[in-house]
Structures are given as C-alpha cells and as structure tokens.
C-alpha cells in the first residue's frame, strides 16, 4: 500500500501523519502517477494550519514530478511510462497521485524529476510575477524580498534576464551571497538596515518600480515606502504573517500606487497559459539560464521537519519530499 502525508486535524508541523493511502485508479481526464519527488511550498503551511481551510482529512502537498503508470478514459496527450509534474493538485505529498491531465506537462529532457518538481509552483510564481503581474522593463530599479528563498532566487534571474537592477533583502550572510550569486546588484540586510531607506538611497531617492514582497505584514509598510510614484507592490504571499488593513489613501499619498495580492490560479486560467509559462521556465533550465536551487531533500516520513525548518526561516532555495 502506497504511504501518503495525511492532515487529519490542523495545526503545526506535528499534525502531519504518515498513512498508508491508495488513490485508487483515475477517472476521465486523470492520470495516475508514480511520483519522485513533491514540492514543499508554504502554500502548505497555511493549508496544515487552517489558514486556507480544507475539508478534513486530505492530503497535503500540490506540486510534484513523476512517471504515468496509467491514464483515464479520454486522456490522449499523456502515455504511461510519460515523465510529468504539475502544481495546484492537491495531494502530492505521496508515493503515487492522480492528478488531472490538464494540469500536468511532460518534463522535457534534460531535465531530472527532482528539478521539474521544484521548478513548477515557485517557477511560475516568478514567472507570472515579472511578466504578468508587473512586466519588468530593461532599465527598471525592483525590489525582492527573501531572496535566497525558493522564489527570491528566481525572481532575482529572471528580471535580471530583463534588464532590471535589482535590489534584494536577505537575512544573513550566506542568503546574501546566495543572493549575489543569482545575480543581485544590491543586498540589503533587513535585520541590520532600514531597506526602505537604503532603496531610496540607492535609486537616489526615487524608489523602485516594483516591489516583490512574500513576506507580508512586517516589510509591508516599508515596501510600500520603497516605491517610486505610480509603482508596483506585487505582495504574493505573507511567510510573516497576513497584512492588516489597509486604507486605500495610503496608495494616494504614497504616490498613485499600486497593490495587488496576486495568486498563481489566476495567471494559468488557459492551457495554453499553462504551456507558456512552463515552457519558459524548462527553456531556460535546460539552456542553463535559469539555475533552481534545491536546499533540501528530505523522506516523506520528514515532512514535519521540512515543514519546521522552512517556517523557521533555515533553508534557502527549494525544499522536496522524496518518496
């Protein structure tokens, strides 16, 4: 019997259980996958805490890379035996999924299972975020917060690849290098500077175009204060916790700003975005412009100690479960 990592009440890292679940055959338009690996997001986190509520018990985890053993009735473009991964499918921390066929791609060669599973959800979250949400312009100042995380480290290629200078905050010495590494122009010590200072300082006194802030509730104030006049504050996520209120004259007085909380979902509404975005991301894997650090592999049976120590803010690049 295939083991999966099962929520069956909310709560901290210790409420994850490792149970023994078959997924049972799929249905019209799936695929059953034998997975090699499944990306550990903080999506997760706030799913295991109730924060984004879920039906009890389910299984947790919605990214993952692996072989097709089978495919339901109408599936054509997929072929067990097929390497996929996906993102957005929830109960991808197991040793085998079902998983819709139209959220899946084949994971092209030259390209491992581990890699695929930890480009899909924080590749297109970059992705989507420098093309989409704010589209950087050669010549742009940006801001990126965390930027030895999972996403920081993407986010700071793939506008460097526009043209951007970029700016980025980081918390110790090792995230700063790391930083300097995927390209970063500046790194800012947020837990020794003001970095809303300092931006100014370096963009002599003007800001940045866009703020890319996954931090949430304590840079918030100072990503706004970050920006230049009709800038960009792109907050896609809150690892520090959610943002309180806000009140709109705030955007006003701050220059004609804008705010967006965007959300993955809402930037891969069509195949055909699907297959846009994530062949982009394996094009530039594959040609080496992209490098996606894995920071840490860890047994199904660890997914709490994976869990603990991304919350902990001790891990930098990509987390993975392995099967």
């Not at 490792?18 to 903080?42: C, F, R, T």
């Not at 931090?215 to 006049?229: Q, Y």
């Amino acid at each position: 019997m295939p083991t999966a990592v099962q929520v069956t009440r909310t709560g901290g890292p210790e409420v994850l259980e490792l149970a023994e679940i078959e997924p049972g055959p799929p249905g019209a338009g799936e695929l059953l996958v034998d997975l090699a690996a499944a990306g550990v997001n903080y999506i997760d986190t706030y799913q295991r805490q109730g924060i984004y509520p879920i039906d009890l018990p389910f299984v947790l985890g919605s990214e993952g890379a692996g072989t097709v053993m089978e495919t339901g009735e109408g599936v054509t473009e997929f072929a067990p035996g097929d390497r996929v991964t996906w993102q957005g499918v929830l109960g991808s921390y197991a040793q085998r999924a079902v998983v819709p066929a139209s959220a899946t791609v084949k994971v092209p060669d030259g390209v491992s299972d581990e890699l695929a599973a930890a480009t899909m959800l924080q590749g297109m979250t970059a992705h989507y975020l420098v093309r989409s949400t704010y589209e950087v312009q050669a010549g742009d100042d940006i801001l990126v917060h965390a930027a030895a995380g999972g996403v920081g480290l993407l986010l700071v290629q793939l506008a460097k690849a526009r043209g951007a200078r970029v700016l980025c905050t980081v918390s110790t010495d090792e995230k700063a290098e790391l930083a300097r590494g995927a390209g970063a122009d500046h790194v800012i010590r947020y837990d020794r500077e003001d970095f809303a200072a300092v931006t100014r300082e370096l963009t002599d006194g003007e800001g940045v175009a866009a703020v890319y802030d996954g931090v949430g509730k304590s840079t918030f104030d100072g990503s706004l204060a970050s920006l230049k006049i009709r800038g960009t504050l792109a907050l896609f996520g809150a690892a520090s916790g959610p943002v309180p209120p806000v009140d709109p004259q705030r955007l006003n007085s701050g220059g004609s700003l804008f705010l967006t909380r965007p959300t993955l979902g809402h930037y891969l509404r069509t195949r055909e975005e699907l297959d846009w975005r994530a062949g982009e991301l394996f094009a530039a894997v594959q040609d080496g412009s992209l490098n996606v650090r894995i920071g840490g592999r860890y047994p199904l049976a660890d997914a709490r100690k994976a869990h603990e120590d991304l919350q902990g803010r001790r891990t930098t690049g990509k987390l993975l479960l392995i099967p």
